[in-house]
């Protein structure tokens, strides 16, 4: 029997809405801003899914924003559903603390651009809930397993759903390890971009130089090794790992440092931190960080 199971065994599901925090958030809240692009990032995960359930998918919520002119709050919607205009309907799970123009229990409809967070409970894990986990990392470490406890749920690093396409950093990382996976070589240059990262070496070994002559020759010298490393040492293996990306850093509107977590079936994980760069065809992959 999965955790969820068992919780919801013992209590309702009523109960584990009551549990789910409901908090003010601040508009320059760097971890909660994130975590809301985040979750309109993969909403199409929750669309898709909420169609058609899978067995293992035990409980699926929405949270939106509520504004009643005078105050504003991110309330979370159950039993949701999308009309064939996209229009979000839900019944409001939260007694609201801020707002007077919707009431728990209430079936509200609402737009979807108001949305800021999705989660499914899917076979016993937290999938989604990028506002729960933002509030859950504010705190230390240590009061992790309690905050857990208090709201019954198991939270690990999930899965991410991004779409597989340039729209985002995160997307161009995995399109880049689908070209590793598929061992596709033009694939996968396709997916870097030489230049930004030979400016990115440069900048960091503090050369100073003039013209785009030593930036363009570097950018083909670290092509032809990507090229060769593939050719000689083979690919990386992404196939059947579960990946989270619970970090961006913004380093400049175009270049972000993106931490990717891989999760073995084994229940292993290895950590990268990748640079991606966003130039007139979408993002791309720079170089990755040890």
């Not at 003010?24 to 199409?44: G, Y």
């Not at 880049?176 to 030489?194: H, P, R, T």
């Not at 032809?224 to 293996?237: C, M, R």
């Not at 950590?271 to 170089?287: M, P, S």
């Amino acid at each position: 029997m999965g955790f969820l199971s068992k919780f919801f065994g013992k209590r309702s599901k009523a109960d584990l809405e009551e549990q789910l925090p409901v908090v003010h958030i601040a508009d320059d809240d760097e971890r909660m801003n994130w975590a809301i692009e985040k979750a309109i990032a993969t909403l199409h995960y929750f669309q898709d899914n909420l169609l058609q359930p899978d067995p293992v998918q035990q409980y699926f919520s929405v949270k939106v924003l509520i504004d009643d002119g005078v105050n504003r709050e991110h309330l979370w919607l159950t039993s949701p559903s999308f009309d064939d205009e996209g229009n979000l309907y839900g019944i409001v799970g939260n007694k609201p603390v801020y707002v007077n123009s919707v009431a728990v229990n209430q079936k509200i409809g609402i737009d979807p651009r108001f949305i800021s967070d999705w989660m499914i409970i899917e076979d016993g894990r937290l999938i989604g809930g990028y506002t729960i986990r933002a509030i859950r990392d504010g705190k230390p470490v240590q009061e992790w397993a309690e905050f857990d406890r208090q709201i019954g749920l198991y939270i690990d690093e999930g899965i991410d759903y991004f779409a597989h396409d340039f729209s985002t950093p995160e997307g161009a990382i995995l399109c880049l390890e689908d070209a590793y996976d598929e061992q596709d070589i033009d694939k996968a240059v396709d997916c870097k971009n030489f230049v930004e990262e030979a400016r990115l070496l440069l900048m960091k070994m503090n050369d100073i130089f003039s013209g785009n002559d030593i930036l363009h020759t570097t950018a083909d010298i670290l092509r032809t090794s990507f090229i060769k490393s593939l050719e000689t040492d083979g690919f990386p293996v992404f196939r059947d790992l579960r990946r989270a990306f619970p970090y961006r850093k913004k380093i400049t509107d175009q270049l972000y440092l993106i931490t990717e977590v891989c999760i073995f079936p084994d229940g292993g994980k290895r950590t990268h931190q990748i640079y991606t760069f966003k130039g007139e065809d979408g993002w791309r992959v720079l170089n990755l960080v040890q």
